[in-house]
């Protein structure tokens, strides 16, 4: 049985960990197919595996240079994922500001004690 497509979207795309290694690379600047190998230490088949999945969402785009294909992120392709995302920052951050408050109140009542 063929398996079912899994990178119909950016969510999908960046759901596996070998492409999100790509893409801490590539938001550091243009790369090559090569530089991409030797940063992360991969074969290159699976790189360029990788950087055709990352290309068909758009999260990618690449251009010519040369006998060479340059690489760069398109963040604008990773806004919807920054749109979910951003209401669990917001939550969090709520959270941890509260539990700041409350480790202050115990280190504050840890030093009277004492």
């Not at 979910?84 to 109140?105: C, G, N, P, Y």
Request: net charge neutral; no cysteine; hydrophobic share 45%.
């Amino acid at each position: 049985m063929a398996r079912a497509a899994t990178t119909t979207d950016a969510f999908n795309a960046i759901a596996e960990p070998r492409r999100r290694q790509i893409l801490d690379a590539i938001g550091g600047g243009q790369r090559s197919v090569n530089e991409l190998v030797a940063m992360l230490d991969v074969p290159q088949p699976l790189v360029s595996k990788h950087l055709r999945v990352l290309r068909e969402v758009g999260i990618v785009a690449a251009r010519e240079d040369g006998r060479q294909r340059l690489y760069r992120l398109n963040g604008s392709a990773l806004k919807p994922v920054y749109d979910w995302v951003k209401d669990f920052e917001q939550l969090w951050s709520e959270r941890f500001a509260r539990m700041d408050v409350v480790l202050a109140e115990l280190k504050e009542a840890e030093d009277g004690d004492g």
